[in-house]
């Protein structure tokens, strides 16, 4: 995903979400990195793209995305799959309704942000990450993309509502799990994570605060009873384009650390 800025009445700057699964509409038509770099026609042809795109998200683009645009551009052949060993899958009339992961330990470049609205929040954080990845890191390069790109939230006691607070995780490529590349930004930090078993259930759609909290009922009415599965915190993995209306997302229940 790439996110780019909007600004409120009150003059503070917010993000919105333009998704990386948007560049394939181009991809034949963008030379590959070891090709002649692209020349000025072709670079505003390619940014009035993304202004029509940030349009239909009501955004603003600034010109400085240019860059990053034309990278990830270039850059979105190639997904890395975050690594996970499948434990169970559970069925109802011939359909998967969920299945349960390990994921293993390993390092993110995570950022938090507390905006009062969710897709404020992962806007924001994803933009900063996605110059993380296009060269604003301690290697200078490009660090390739990985998906799924997960979603911290967190419910109030009553489970009625998401706090703020939204962390923001990005998988570092197999390349670069023993020495990550530090970032240029303050605000990102590498974390590793422990193992994560999680309970998984697919959904598409937008992903806002009213569908992921129904995303998390439907969930808790499939499993019943679970006393080792956290009932606060739960994470949205992110796969594809938010303008798609039958995109996929998952929602992540998960277990207990033994």
């Not at 699964?21 to 034949?28: A, G, I």
Request: hydrophobic residues 35%; glycine residues 4%.
């Amino acid at each position: 995903m790439v996110h780019y800025c909007i600004f409120c009445r009150s003059g503070c700057v917010k993000m919105a979400r333009i998704t990386l699964e948007e560049l394939n509409e181009l991809d034949d038509e963008i030379p590959d990195e070891e090709d002649e770099p692209m020349d000025g026609e072709e670079t505003n042809r390619l940014f009035s793209h993304w202004e029509t795109v940030a349009s239909t998200h009501q955004v603003t683009l600034p010109q400085e995305m240019a860059g990053p645009i034309v990278q990830m551009t270039r850059h979105n052949r190639s997904r890395e799959p975050v690594p996970f060993t499948t434990l169970s899958k559970h069925e109802k009339c011939e359909e998967i309704t969920y299945e349960e992961r390990l994921y293993p330990a390993g390092k993110w470049a995570c950022i938090t942000k507390g905006e009062p609205k969710y897709e404020q929040s992962i806007s924001m954080s994803f933009m900063k990450i996605i110059r993380y990845i296009c060269k604003e890191n301690s290697v200078g390069r490009h660090l390739g993309m990985t998906v799924p790109v997960v979603n911290e939230i967190h419910l109030n006691k009553e489970g009625t509502e998401l706090l703020p607070e939204v962390i923001t995780a990005y998988y570092l490529p197999e390349e670069f799990q023993l020495n990550p590349p530090l970032p240029l930004d303050p605000e990102i930090q590498i974390i590793e994570r422990a193992p994560l078993q999680a309970i998984t259930r697919v959904f598409y759609g937008t992903t806002t605060e009213e569908t992921i909290l129904r995303e998390i009922r439907l969930l808790w009415e499939l499993l019943g009873s679970a006393d080792n599965v956290l009932r606060e915190i739960y994470m949205v993995a992110a796969y594809e384009n938010p303008s798609v209306p039958n995109r996929r997302n998952e929602i992540w229940f998960i277990r207990r650390a033994d």
